[in-house]
Nanobody
């Protein structure tokens, strides 16, 4: 059974940085898409960034130039480095793994506030 565990959320001031981590277990190959999604109160869950097994990344327009996604296939992990954070980045961030179907972590809260 695939399991995703996120870490790294918290409270940060506008302009600050955070790094999210997600570790996957229960999967035996690297040919899957991993990514980060976020959901703010009252909003739908939106894609933030995704990365293929070969390292090709895709970003939402709202985070381009500020966020960087990376992965370590040996550790079955994906990371999201978030810089120049804005209040509108406040949301619960979910790790996603897609291999035919979607698997989700439980989410980690990121709050950007002064």
């Amino acid at each position: 059974q695939v399991r995703l565990v996120e870490s790294g959320g918290g409270l940060v001031q506008p302009g600050g940085s955070l790094r999210l981590s997600c570790a996957a277990s229960g999967i035996s190959n690297r040919f899957y898409l991993m990514g980060w999604y976020r959901q703010a109160p009252g909003n739908q869950r939106d894609m933030v960034a995704t990365i293929t097994g070969g390292g090709v990344a895709n970003y939402a327009d709202s985070v381009k130039g500020r966020f960087t996604i990376s992965r370590d296939n040996a550790k079955k992990s994906v990371y999201l480095q978030m810089n120049s954070l804005k209040p509108e980045d406040t949301a619960v961030y979910y790790c996603n793994l897609r291999i035919g179907i979607d698997y989700w972590g439980k989410g980690t809260l990121v709050t950007v506030s002064s």
